[in-house]
């Protein structure tokens, strides 16, 4: 009689599982018949024999043959012996080597067939043994990761129970399998447990990947439904012609697609739901004030704002800027890991009462201590850099909860949806009016004498230069110009009175006040490690320059060039570069024909596939144990489409 796997059943109730077995599966993760099918092979070996004439060098094989010569064992210090034995297989003549498994001695009879697997040296006509094989037949031998708790082999038979004993109660939809040409999960479990060629391994890994990326997508999207509850208490009612009244104080005019997105995230403000939305924009497109507005909204009924940032220098750079914007008209405060102690009680004194109206801060705004009176719209720039439980951390305070995350990374909206959950997106396509594009240059280290004197003419015009060295790490095995190096050429030509230095390794208040000098003009030429990545405005910059162009990938360089060009003048970018791969050459070609970002990370995902976005700071995704989000972006893609179907029809049937 069959019973269904789910609910959930401890493996205790399979055949053959005693309460013995039953604890050492426990040790390794698996409690429940469920997570007995689910849990993968890491390896295969394949039983099967082949033909030693098609296999290439360096080819793990299996394979038979006749023992030829009598083997020959041999001990080597501690303990360490090598096997070795002449065989033919397939008509050649191969010397074959096992080390440290003397007792195979016994088992090479001279004129008996044995069957092998190994390593094949072709050009050596060597296999370097791993294992003889006993087992009769055909297909693969499964590996598991089992710590060391048992065997591979006897767990293979633990699963086959599961096989043997169960019918599973789910599934993906008929129409997903036949659509995608996909198998039952069940059957797909089974040639991923039980495979008789390598074609059983891939379509049964090819159904559970998107089996558990469908799955994720449908978890995601009940997750934004449950948040998308209607409660009166969500409803932001700002105050329209103060808003509008503060709009026209600003020097510029809002372009269309910053309208576009203000009035957006206004219609969110008003609404019954709470905010979830993802403000995306090249760099330099000005989401900075697109943010601002909507801090001034909420203010307009006497509720506050938090702006996190990554960096204590941006905090800088935008606190200045929100001071600059606003006048008056708002109560702004900063708050950084170099707030001291004592103004930091103000602070959150200040925050408490409710008269401070926006604070723009790094992470020390999610500190336990920090309390707001209506904390009421957040605001995470760059917000890739922040972990998923940072974020939460913030949006945890809030009494209204209105989420804002700001990038000028231009991600794939399945990644960004993927990575950061079902959120609206708003986009800032348009440069603001009388941007000129970057003119970007290529040029070797024998012409960096041309760039410096390109340099110095951007600075008697009185502008800024931006100077972008390697790490200051001395690292001359990669043959790399290190920022000291860098900031002494600058030196050498500029005089000190010219030349600001700012690097990782200083302390955040001496950054600041680098950047600060820098600012003022006092020094027009910053030499800088990549600190200044992010976020940093400083629109009477011109001049970009890029060492080591080479080292950085496209995201980076687009991100540091997107530093420069943020006036009506012209800006330059030189990227000083001897590439040394293929690879590095064509990003310098597409950084030169380019400036468009959406553009740029288009080339970029098919460069390098979308590995990188899923990088360091994605603590929040969950682990799948076939799928890997990097890799099967295009599954996920599928699985998200056929998840979306799903819910539409489940709600159009309920
Ligand atoms: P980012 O999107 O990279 O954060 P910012 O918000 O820092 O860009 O804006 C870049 C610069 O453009 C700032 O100096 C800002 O004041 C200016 N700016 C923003 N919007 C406009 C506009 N509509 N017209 C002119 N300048 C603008
Ligand atoms: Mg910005």
Redesign the pocket.
Known sequence: MYQVITPEKPVGILKGVGPKVAEKLMSIGIETVNDVVFHIPNNYENLSVMNLNDAENNDKVTVQGTVKTEPALAWFRGGKNRLTVFMEIDGIYVKVIFFNQPYLKDKLIIGEEVRLSGKYLKHKLEINGQRLIFEAGEGFRVKYPMGKVMHSKTFNKIVAEVFHAFSFNYDLPEAVKSKYRLLSVREALRLIHFPKSQHDIKEGRRTIKFYELFMFQLRLMEKRQEERVRNERYIIDYDIDELKAFIDT??????GD?KKCTNEICRDLKQNVSMHRLLQ???????????GIAAYAVKTIGEQTAVMVPTEVLANQHYQ?FID?FGGRLTIAKLTGTTTKKEKMEIVTRLESGEIDLIIGTHSLIEDDVYFDRLSLIIT?EQHRFGVNQRKRLNDKAHRKNVLY?T?TPIPRTLSITTFGDMDVSI?REM????KPVETYWRRYEEVEEVIASIAAEVKKGHNAYIVAPLIEESETLDLKNVQEIYQMFLDYFGEEQVELVHGRMKSAEKAEGMGRFERLEKPVLVSTTVIEV?I?V?NATYMVIFNAERFGLSTLHQLR?RVG??DRQSYCALVSDPKTENAKQRIDIMTSTTDGFELSEQDLEMRGPGDYFGVRQSGLPEFKVADLAEDYRILEHARLSAIELSGEMRKNA
């Not at 924009?281 to 943010?291: E, F, L, M, P, Q």
């Not at 603001?432 to 941007?435: A, C, E, N, T, V």
């Open positions: 600003l020097p510029f005019d809002l372009t910053q924009g090249d760099v330099g497109s000005g989401k900075t004030i697109v943010a800027s914007t720039d700001m000028a800032i603001p009016k009388g941007r976020g405005n629109p997107g943020r006036s």
